[in-house]
């Protein structure tokens, strides 16, 4: 099992940044993946960015790409999103997810919430116009 905390959450203007973070803790090495999600009242939870715990793989869902940038830090087991250029329909509870096996093929499989079996409480990310 995997412990997750986000933070970093809070609210900014249209063009703005903000970086979430996702501390890690438990059985950390047996981490495969991590992933940011997002959800808004209403809708179902989508994912927003993928990466290899292990190696450099990354992965974005289009509405995100070029603007958002997905990073851990294997050392203090930590997970970052570096979101740029925000905008009003960023606005979500962002929640960070731990795989703890293989995800094949990863390129079409991240963003399918049941290949992680651990998830933070979530943050709050507000993007005013």
């Known amino acids: 099992q995997v412990q997750l905390v986000e933070s970093g959450g809070g609210s900014v203007q249209a063009g703005g940044s903000l970086r979430l973070s996702c501390e890690a803790s438990?059985?950390?090495?047996?981490?495969?993946?991590m992933a940011w999600f997002r959800q808004v009242p209403g809708k179902e939870r989508e994912g927003v960015a993928c990466?290899?715990?292990?190696?450099?793989?990354?992965y974005y869902a289009d509405p995100v790409k070029g603007r958002f940038t997905i990073s851990q830090d294997n050392f203090e087991n930590v997970l970052f999103l570096d979101m740029n250029s925000l905008k009003p329909e960023d606005t979500a509870v962002y929640y960070c997810?731990?795989?703890?096996?293989?995800?094949?093929?990863?390129?079409?499989?991240?963003?399918?919430?049941?290949?992680?079996?651990?998830w933070g409480q979530g943050t709050q990310v507000t993007v005013s116009s």
């Open positions: 438990g059985y950390t090495h047996g981490t495969f993946y």
């Open positions: 990466i290899r715990w292990t190696g450099t793989n990354t």
């Open positions: 997810a731990a795989a703890q096996h293989g995800i094949f093929p990863p390129a079409s499989r991240w963003e399918t919430e049941s290949e992680f079996e651990n």
